[in-house]
C-alpha cells in the first residue's frame, strides 16, 4: 500500500514538473507562437442592467467584441505585451460562446462578480484544443451598476488542456456603446501586462 501511494505522488509530482517546465520554456523562448483565443463570456455574469437584452448582447455583442481585438490589433496589442508573435484562432471561443444560456447571463446576486474559482477557469481552459500556449480572456463579472468589470488572463496548454497561469484583473470600463464600454477592461488588461506583470510572470517561471 505504502508503495502504491508512493508511486501516485511521484506521478502527481512529475505532472507538476512538466507543467511547470513548459511554463519556463515559454517565457524563456520569446520565438514560442502564442495562439489567441479571445474573450470566453461562457461564465460571465451581467449585472446592474435589469433592461440588458441578453440574447443579443450574446449574439451581436459578443462577437463583435472578439473581432475588434483581432482588427485593431495595434490598440489590443498582444505581441507587445506578451512578447511573442500572435497567431489568432477565433473559431473555438466563438462556438462556444454563441452556445452560452443567456438566461444566465443577467444576475442580480452581487457575490457573482467574483465568482469564479481555479476549478472553474480549468473547465473553461479544458473546452480548447491545439498546439503549444493559448491565451484567453475569460469574462467574469459586467457590473455596470458599479462601473466595475472583472477577468482573468489565462495561458492554457493546449496539448494537455491545462491552465498553465491565470491572473484575475479587476477595472473601470469606458466608453460609448455597450461592446466599447466593456471592451476598455482588455485594453487596461494588455496595459497591465504589458507594463510589469508579463516581466513578474517571466521572472517567476526563470
Same mark, same amino acid.
Not at 22 to 39: C, E, I, N, R
Not at 83 to 97: E, Y
Given at each position: 500500500?505504502?508503495?502504491?501511494?508512493?508511486?501516485?505522488?511521484?506521478?502527481?509530482?512529475?505532472?507538476?514538473?512538466?507543467?511547470?517546465?513548459?511554463?519556463?520554456?515559454?517565457?524563456?523562448?520569446?520565438?514560442?507562437?502564442?495562439?489567441?483565443?479571445?474573450?470566453?463570456?461562457?461564465?460571465?455574469?451581467y449585472l446592474g442592467e435589469t433592461?440588458?437584452?441578453?440574447?443579443?448582447?450574446?449574439?451581436?455583442?459578443?462577437?463583435?467584441?472578439?473581432?475588434?481585438?483581432?482588427?485593431?490589433?495595434?490598440?489590443?496589442?498582444?505581441?507587445?505585451?506578451?512578447?511573442?508573435?500572435?497567431?489568432?484562432?477565433?473559431?473555438? !471561443?466563438?462556438k462556444l460562446n454563441a452556445a452560452?444560456?443567456?438566461?444566465?447571463?443577467?444576475?442580480?446576486?452581487?457575490?457573482?462578480?467574483?465568482?469564479?474559482?481555479?476549478?472553474?477557469?480549468?473547465? !473553461?481552459?479544458?473546452?480548447?484544443?491545439?498546439?503549444?500556449?493559448?491565451?484567453?480572456?475569460?469574462?467574469?463579472?459586467?457590473?455596470?451598476?458599479?462601473?466595475?468589470?472583472?477577468?482573468?488572463?489565462?495561458?492554457?496548454?493546449?496539448?494537455?488542456?491545462?491552465?498553465?497561469?491565470?491572473?484575475?484583473? !479587476?477595472?473601470?470600463?469606458?466608453?460609448?456603446?455597450?461592446?466599447?464600454?466593456?471592451?476598455n477592461l482588455i485594453y487596461k488588461?494588455?496595459?497591465?501586462?504589458?507594463?510589469?506583470?508579463?516581466?513578474?510572470?517571466?521572472?517567476?517561471?526563470?
Amino acid at each position: 500500500m505504502k508503495k502504491v501511494l508512493l508511486a501516485a505522488c511521484a506521478i502527481v509530482l512529475c505532472q507538476v514538473a512538466v507543467q511547470a517546465q513548459t511554463l519556463k520554456a515559454f517565457f524563456g523562448d520569446k520565438s514560442q507562437q502564442l495562439t489567441y483565443l479571445g474573450a470566453d463570456f461562457t461564465q460571465a455574469r451581467y449585472l446592474g442592467e435589469t433592461a440588458l437584452n441578453a440574447a443579443d448582447f450574446r449574439d451581436r455583442t459578443v462577437p463583435s467584441f472578439n473581432d475588434v481585438i483581432v482588427n485593431e490589433s495595434k490598440k489590443f496589442d498582444i505581441v507587445e505585451a506578451f512578447n511573442h508573435p500572435v497567431t489568432n484562432d477565433l473559431a473555438q !471561443v466563438t462556438k462556444l460562446n454563441a452556445a452560452l444560456d443567456e438566461s444566465k447571463l443577467k444576475s442580480d446576486n452581487s457575490a457573482d462578480f467574483d465568482r469564479l474559482k481555479e476549478a472553474d477557469i480549468q473547465k !473553461v481552459a479544458s473546452h480548447y484544443s491545439g498546439k503549444g500556449v493559448g491565451l484567453l480572456f475569460v469574462m467574469e463579472g459586467l457590473d455596470k451598476g458599479q462601473k466595475k468589470g472583472s477577468l482573468y488572463v489565462v495561458l492554457v496548454d493546449l496539448d494537455k488542456k491545462k491552465v498553465l497561469l491565470s491572473q484575475r484583473y !479587476v477595472h473601470e470600463p469606458q466608453g460609448f456603446g455597450v461592446r466599447n464600454y466593456w471592451l476598455n477592461l482588455i485594453y487596461k488588461t494588455l496595459q497591465n501586462v504589458k507594463k510589469g506583470d508579463y516581466r513578474k510572470w517571466e521572472t517567476a517561471n526563470s
